[in-house]
């Protein structure tokens, strides 16, 4: 009978209209569209499963004996299933592909068993609902149970069918059916405690474990937790009720599996943020007033009692006086009412410790789980939660030391710095401080002992003295020396390490050669040609350490990650440096061979601060991250270009040279060369780029006197006689019709991005040479990253764009501007920010908290914002930045001047990592505004308005962004014409 079968379906395959097929679909494989495409693709792929399943069945002989793996035909349909689990697929592409897995499951009611049959339409049902298509899931599901009812159940393992009933329960909960849905979850989960094989109070799950063969072995335990999950979002059942019905037993289906524990992790963070938002409102607030009142109640009564009962001591008033019997009364309502009081008050503050106990507990049983991905989200929400109850609750340091040593390191190294910046020297007699240092300097010995990139920024801590002399006000920097002895006690723990004792050795030769560099004096009227490396102090001790040590890590290599590349070693120096053509700190451009032949060209800075560079660069990787576990941002390719800055000293540090590019103010008008800039190359006949700089000048002198009318006449008077040219120089750059539609691809997608997480995360100062041009692929890189945070509003003259969209950007859009495809990435980006704006708020969280981070516009960042720009000449303004591929530049200061070197009240600044306390330092309150600023972004709020969609939200910083009336009152050094 089976061989009967299989003759008649491979017949069938191979009639005429089959034999024809292939080259149909081949002469279809022309040049066509890529929708059209993936349609011939899938018509091919349709006849391979065909020809697969023919070859499967009749390999079924007749009394042949069962493969350890099946029949060939069940081998084929698990690998079929795995096929649609292992594939995360968008919306469109499940629907181009739908036809295949329709002749797949064709082939299957033919060929395979019942119980196979079911588990692919569950796969399918499951793999449609992911992409974003619940509706088409619950029609393949509707048919699986069809199919179901026709070959009865008996021969299916229940497990099979649980499945399939969980699977739509979760497409009923997609589509809003929400009370359907957690009927149906409720009930799979009962039948499953009921059999004794299902997680239910007191019970495990190990009897449903491992027996289907088409999905996840620990689905129970998901399926349970998940439930969990969506009935504390409905409010249908108490949270302890499913914390203990549903959470609690879902984590002993499969102590490995981390999502019910990042599950139950969630549940109790939602419940602890629930909890201090409560305690933060006006009702608590109100009910603290009463309970003052109160006691001042209680006061007041026992005073008066205590006066008549010395009146009656003295035998002036009468002992059975019913004035005092009614005070005594009154204190014992009064007395009860304070004592339920403070009991009510004492339960809530125990509730958020205890909450935040156990929701660290269970992100840092997660953490211990190296295998997971996606952790960011849970590490951030980890060191979020130490650091703010710390201080309150001193056993949540100990439950963080107990995980330390199972702790995977790598969910941890983004974070490196935010760790590094928190150490210190408290006071001896501080027990809880010291606890929480002693903790602090585990983790980073734990987290840098498997990833040595970590050693940087222990080492710019340990290098917070290293002020050269000579440097202005060098002699007013206040060095930590808090910082610095706990930076040199994780050192030293760090070298009893038999594997970490060459590294930091070389750490350390690196870094001093780096800071020699950094200082060493450059005659800044002749900085022309090479220089000999040899003669900068320290560089033949780097010789020596290479020839002997062939694991020198680069610094500025891509950071390691899990399951990743090595990191990049150094093989040698090329023994010549160059001087950036521009800058007042003379930045040194030095080039260097790893291991593997490349060649990598590093900025050596001095006198210039890097550690906030640093911390954005940081949070661009994180962002990057949130791209990349999202379907709908990976199809657009959504990723925003970080590139690595790593500090040295509070005023000197090295960074990652961003090859083939230029900044767009080099560009566009030439800076020192204005000859050489686009505008004059292409339109002669206009305006030049210093006439425009004038007449804005003006104009600002003008507006000052007479309003601002002034402003808005002088940027139309340069728009009419300074056109853009971004679209010709596409031409020009980019020749062939494939480069210059790419490019104009990636343009678009490069701008979209920067612009939105700009708008988010409130980065300022976006003048055309902290932006810069890749002459390869077309795309925007953003430099200097000074201001942030909408730091720019605090300007003397404020920032009113929310981001850079002038008009040389937009005319590198094409004919539809701001309309086309950049309007579509920018919502798409906005979407998915939104979509995971817990991520983003808790990495914020643990950024704009970092002591390193400044809150305060120092001096020096006011005068290169405001003012310095106007006494320097426009070339020299424009062209700070010119030699700066990755960090500070500025068209109005002086290049990399140090914080430290600044002005005395700049030295206390935490942006030197000397925070010193002082009166009204309200660093905290800004991180806070700060805070709630990326929050409201992100749920739409937006000048007046507290709830836009995403189209309205983003049409709306569109216009800001192009809007003549703002960009006219910008600072004439930020170039809007341009």
Same mark, same amino acid.
């Given at each position: 009978?089976?061989?009967?079968?299989?003759?008649?379906?491979?017949?069938?395959?191979?009639?005429?209209?089959?034999?024809?097929?292939?080259?149909?679909?081949?002469?279809?494989?022309?040049?066509?569209?890529?929708?059209?495409?993936?349609?011939?693709?899938?018509?091919?792929?349709?006849?391979?499963? %065909?020809?697969?399943?023919?070859?499967?069945?009749?390999?079924?002989?007749?009394?042949?004996?069962?493969?350890?793996?099946?029949?060939?035909?069940?081998?084929?349909?698990?690998?079929?299933?795995?096929?649609?689990?292992?594939?995360?697929?968008?919306?469109?592409?499940?629907?181009?592909?739908?036809? #295949?897995?329709?002749?797949?499951?064709?082939?299957?009611? $033919?060929?395979?068993?019942?119980?196979?049959?079911?588990?692919?339409?569950?796969?399918?049902?499951?793999?449609?609902?992911?992409?974003?298509?619940?509706?088409?899931?619950?029609?393949?599901?509707?048919?699986?149970?069809?199919?179901?009812?026709?070959?009865? /159940?008996?021969? $299916?393992?229940?497990? +099979?069918?649980?499945?399939?009933?969980?699977?739509?329960? @979760?497409?009923?909960?997609?589509?809003?059916?929400?009370?359907?849905?957690?009927?149906?979850?409720?009930?799979?989960?009962?039948?499953?405690?009921?059999?004794?094989?299902?997680?239910?109070?007191?019970?495990?799950?190990?009897?449903?474990?491992?027996?289907?063969? =088409?999905?996840?072995?620990?689905?129970?335990?998901?399926?349970?937790?998940?439930?969990?999950?969506?009935?504390?979002?409905?409010?249908?059942?108490?949270?302890?009720?499913?914390?203990?019905?549903?959470?609690?037993?879902?984590?002993?289906?499969?102590?490995?599996?981390?999502?019910?524990?990042?599950?139950?992790?969630?549940?109790?963070?939602?419940?602890?943020?629930?909890?201090?938002?409560?305690?933060?409102?006006?009702?608590? /607030?109100?009910?603290?007033?009463?309970?003052?009142?109160?006691?001042?109640?209680?006061?007041? *009564?026992?005073?008066?009692?205590?006066?008549?009962?010395? $009146?009656?001591?003295?035998?002036?008033?009468?002992?059975?006086?019913?004035?005092?019997?009614?005070?005594?009364?009154?204190?014992?309502?009064?007395?009860?009412?304070?004592?339920?009081? +403070?009991?009510?008050?004492?339960?809530?503050?125990?509730?958020?410790? +205890?909450?935040?106990?156990?929701?660290?507990?269970?992100?840092?049983?997660?953490?211990?789980?190296?295998?997971?991905?996606? $952790?960011?989200?849970?590490?951030?929400?980890?060191? &979020?939660?130490?650091?703010?109850?710390?201080?309150?609750?001193?056993?949540?340091?100990?439950?963080?030391?107990?995980?330390?040593?199972?702790?995977?390191?790598?969910?941890?190294?983004?974070?490196?710095?935010?760790?590094? &910046?928190?150490?210190?020297?408290?006071?001896?007699?501080?027990?809880?401080?010291?606890?929480?240092?002693?903790?602090?300097?585990?983790?980073?010995?734990?987290?840098?002992?498997? =990833?040595?990139?970590?050693?940087?920024? #222990?080492?710019?801590?340990?290098?917070?003295?290293?002020?050269?002399?000579?440097?202005?006000?060098?002699?007013?920097?206040?060095?930590? @020396?808090?910082?610095?002895?706990?930076?040199?006690?994780?050192?030293?723990?760090?070298? !009893?390490?038999?594997?970490?004792?060459?590294?930091?050795?070389?750490?350390?030769?690196? /870094?001093?050669?780096?800071?020699?560099?950094?200082?060493?004096?450059?005659?800044?009227?002749?900085?022309?040609?090479?220089?000999?490396?040899?003669?900068?102090?320290?560089?033949?001790?780097? !010789?020596?350490?290479?020839?002997?040590? =062939?694991?020198?890590?680069?610094?500025?290599?891509?950071?390691?990650?899990?399951?990743?590349?090595?990191?990049?070693?150094?093989?040698?120096?090329?023994? /010549?440096?160059?001087?950036?053509?521009?800058?007042?700190?003379?930045?040194?451009?030095?080039?260097?061979?790893?291991?593997?032949?490349?060649?990598?060209?590093?900025?050596? !800075?001095?006198?210039?601060?890097?550690?906030?560079?640093?911390?954005?660069?940081?949070?661009?990787?994180?962002?990057?991250?949130?791209?990349?576990?999202?379907?709908?941002?990976?199809?657009?390719?959504?990723?925003?270009?970080?590139?690595?800055?790593?500090?040295?000293?509070?005023?000197?540090?090295?960074?990652?040279?961003?090859?083939?590019?230029?900044?767009?103010?080099?560009?566009?008008?030439?800076?020192?060369?204005?000859?050489?800039?686009?505008?004059?190359?292409?339109?002669?006949?206009?305006?030049?780029?210093?006439?425009?700089?004038?007449?804005?000048?003006? %104009?600002?002198?003008?507006?000052?006197?007479?309003?601002?009318?002034?402003?808005?006449?002088?940027?139309?008077?340069?728009?009419?006689?300074?056109?853009?040219?971004?679209?010709?120089?596409?031409?020009?750059?980019?020749?062939?019709?494939?480069?210059?539609?790419?490019?104009?691809?990636?343009?678009?997608?490069?701008?979209?991005?920067?612009?939105?997480?700009?708008?988010?995360?409130?980065?300022?100062?976006?003048?055309?040479?902290?932006?810069?041009?890749?002459?390869?692929?077309?795309?925007?890189?953003?430099?200097?990253?000074?201001?942030?945070?909408?730091?720019? !509003?605090?300007?003397?003259?404020?920032?009113?764009?929310?981001?850079?969209?002038?008009?040389?950007?937009?005319?590198?859009?094409?004919?539809?501007?701001?309309?086309?495809?950049?309007?579509?990435?920018?919502?798409?980006?906005?979407?998915?920010?939104?979509?995971?704006? =817990?991520?983003?708020?808790?990495?914020?969280?643990?950024?704009?908290?970092?002591?390193?981070?400044?809150?305060?516009?120092?001096?020096?960042?006011?005068?290169?914002?405001?003012?310095?720009?106007?006494?320097?000449?426009?070339?020299?303004?424009?062209?700070?930045?010119?030699?700066?591929?990755?960090?500070?530049?500025?068209?109005?200061?002086?290049?990399?001047?140090?914080?430290?070197?600044?002005?005395?009240?700049?030295?206390?600044?935490?942006?030197?990592?000397?925070? *010193?306390?002082?009166?009204?330092?309200?660093?905290?309150?800004?991180?806070?505004?700060?805070?709630?600023? *990326?929050?409201?972004?992100?749920?739409?709020?937006?000048?007046?308005?507290?709830?836009?969609?995403?189209?309205?939200?983003?049409?709306?910083?569109?216009?800001?962004?192009?809007?003549?009336?703002?960009?006219?009152?910008?600072?004439?050094?930020?170039?809007?014409?341009?």
């Amino acid at each position: 009978m089976a061989r009967g079968r299989a003759g008649g379906l491979k017949a069938e395959i191979l009639e005429q209209p089959l034999v024809n097929f292939v080259p149909e679909v081949a002469q279809s494989l022309g040049p066509s569209s890529s929708e059209r495409f993936s349609e011939n693709v899938v018509r091919l792929q349709m006849l391979g499963s %065909a020809l697969a399943a023919a070859e499967a069945t009749s390999t079924a002989t007749e009394g042949s004996k069962s493969t350890p793996g099946g029949s060939a035909m069940d081998r084929l349909a698990r690998a079929w299933c795995r096929a649609l689990q292992d594939t995360d697929l968008s919306s469109q592409q499940f629907l181009t592909q739908e036809p #295949l897995h329709s002749a797949r499951s064709a082939l299957l009611s $033919l060929t395979a068993s019942p119980e196979q049959q079911l588990r692919f339409s569950t796969s399918l049902a499951a793999s449609a609902r992911s992409s974003g298509q619940p509706h088409r899931a619950l029609g393949w599901l509707d048919q699986a149970q069809r199919d179901l009812k026709r070959s009865g /159940s008996a021969a $299916l393992q229940r497990s +099979d069918v649980l499945r399939l009933y969980w699977e739509r329960a @979760q497409c009923l909960w997609e589509i809003n059916e929400q009370r359907e849905a957690l009927a149906i979850a409720k009930a799979v989960t009962s039948e499953a405690a009921a059999q004794g094989k299902g997680p239910g109070p007191g019970r495990s799950s190990s009897g449903l474990l491992g027996q289907s063969g =088409s999905g996840p072995k620990n689905w129970v335990g998901r399926a349970v937790s998940l439930t969990g999950m969506w009935l504390a979002e409905s409010r249908l059942e108490d949270n302890d009720v499913v914390r203990r019905s549903y959470f609690e037993p879902a984590l002993l289906c499969d102590e490995s599996d981390p999502v019910p524990r990042r599950q139950f992790a969630d549940f109790l963070d939602e419940q602890l943020a629930a909890e201090v938002v409560r305690q933060k409102s006006v009702e608590h /607030s109100l009910a603290r007033d009463l309970h003052n009142n109160t006691q001042a109640e209680l006061k007041s *009564v026992r005073s008066e009692i205590q006066q008549i009962e010395t $009146l009656i001591r003295a035998r002036r008033r009468d002992p059975k006086d019913p004035e005092l019997g009614a005070l005594r009364e009154q204190e014992r309502k009064l007395a009860i009412q304070c004592e339920e009081d +403070d009991q009510k008050f004492e339960e809530e503050t125990k509730r958020i410790r +205890d909450l935040a106990r156990g929701c660290i507990e269970q992100c840092g049983k997660c953490l211990q789980l190296s295998g997971d991905k996606g $952790l960011t989200k849970v590490a951030c929400r980890f060191l &979020s939660l130490w650091f703010d109850y710390s201080s309150d609750c001193p056993e949540i340091t100990e439950t963080v030391k107990k995980c330390i040593p199972l702790l995977a390191p790598f969910p941890m190294t983004p974070f490196i710095y935010q760790l590094a &910046s928190r150490l210190d020297t408290p006071d001896q007699a501080n027990v809880c401080a010291w606890d929480f240092q002693r903790t602090l300097e585990s983790l980073l010995v734990h987290v840098i002992s498997r =990833s040595a990139h970590g050693l940087w920024p #222990l080492l710019q801590l340990r290098n917070g003295d290293q002020i050269p002399h000579g440097m202005r006000n060098a002699s007013r920097h206040v060095a930590d @020396q808090g910082k610095i002895s706990a930076s040199e006690r994780v050192m030293a723990e760090l070298r !009893k390490r038999q594997s970490m004792g060459p590294v930091l050795e070389a750490a350390e030769v690196l /870094s001093k050669f780096y800071i020699n560099l950094a200082f060493r004096s450059i005659d800044k009227k002749n900085r022309e040609g090479l220089f000999d490396l040899r003669a900068i102090e320290g560089y033949e001790n780097v !010789k020596l350490l290479l020839r002997k040590n =062939s694991q020198v890590l680069l610094p500025t290599g891509p950071p390691q990650t899990e399951g990743g590349p090595p990191p990049l070693t150094i093989r040698h120096f090329e023994e /010549s440096f160059s001087v950036a053509a521009q800058g007042i700190s003379a930045p040194k451009i030095i080039t260097l061979q790893d291991a593997s032949g490349r060649h990598h060209k590093q900025v050596v !800075k001095g006198h210039d601060d890097l550690r906030q560079d640093a911390v954005i660069q940081q949070l661009f990787r994180l962002l990057n991250d949130v791209f990349a576990d999202t379907a709908q941002s990976r199809q657009a390719d959504l990723r925003i270009r970080p590139f690595q800055v790593v500090p040295l000293t509070p005023c000197a540090g090295i960074a990652e040279w961003v090859s083939g590019t230029e900044t767009l103010g080099q560009l566009l008008t030439g800076n020192t060369k204005p000859e050489q800039g686009a505008h004059a190359v292409y339109r002669r006949q206009d305006w030049t780029h210093q006439r425009c700089r004038q007449t804005m000048a003006s %104009a600002r002198e003008i507006a000052n006197q007479q309003g601002p009318e002034a402003l808005k006449k002088g940027l139309e008077e340069c728009y009419d006689n300074f056109k853009p040219v971004m679209h010709l120089i596409f031409l020009e750059k980019f020749a062939s019709p494939e480069r210059w539609h790419k490019a104009r691809r990636d343009y678009a997608r490069s701008i979209a991005v920067s612009s939105i997480v700009g708008y988010i995360v409130g980065i300022g100062d976006r003048h055309p040479n902290n932006v810069l041009f890749d002459q390869n692929t077309g795309e925007l890189v953003h430099i200097d990253f000074g201001i942030t945070f909408d730091q720019g !509003k605090a300007l003397r003259i404020p920032e009113l764009v929310p981001f850079r969209l002038s008009r040389d950007i937009v005319d590198g859009l094409g004919c539809l501007g701001t309309c086309g495809q950049f309007r579509r990435l920018s919502e798409t980006t906005m979407e998915v920010l939104r979509a995971s704006s =817990s991520l983003i708020t808790a990495v914020v969280e643990v950024f704009v908290h970092d002591p390193v981070y400044f809150w305060s516009m120092s001096w020096s960042r006011k005068v290169r914002q405001d003012g310095a720009a106007a006494a320097e000449g426009p070339e020299q303004a424009s062209g700070n930045a010119r030699s700066n591929r990755i960090g500070r530049s500025g068209s109005a200061a002086p290049l990399g001047q140090s914080v430290a070197a600044a002005s005395p009240s700049a030295q206390s600044g935490p942006e030197n990592g000397n925070r *010193v306390p002082r009166k009204g330092d309200d660093g905290n309150e800004k991180a806070k505004r700060a805070v709630l600023a *990326v929050k409201g972004k992100l749920c739409g709020a937006h000048g007046t308005a507290t709830a836009l969609n995403v189209s309205a939200h983003v049409g709306c910083i569109i216009h800001e962004a192009i809007d003549i009336n703002n960009l006219s009152k910008m600072f004439y050094g930020w170039s809007p014409w341009l």
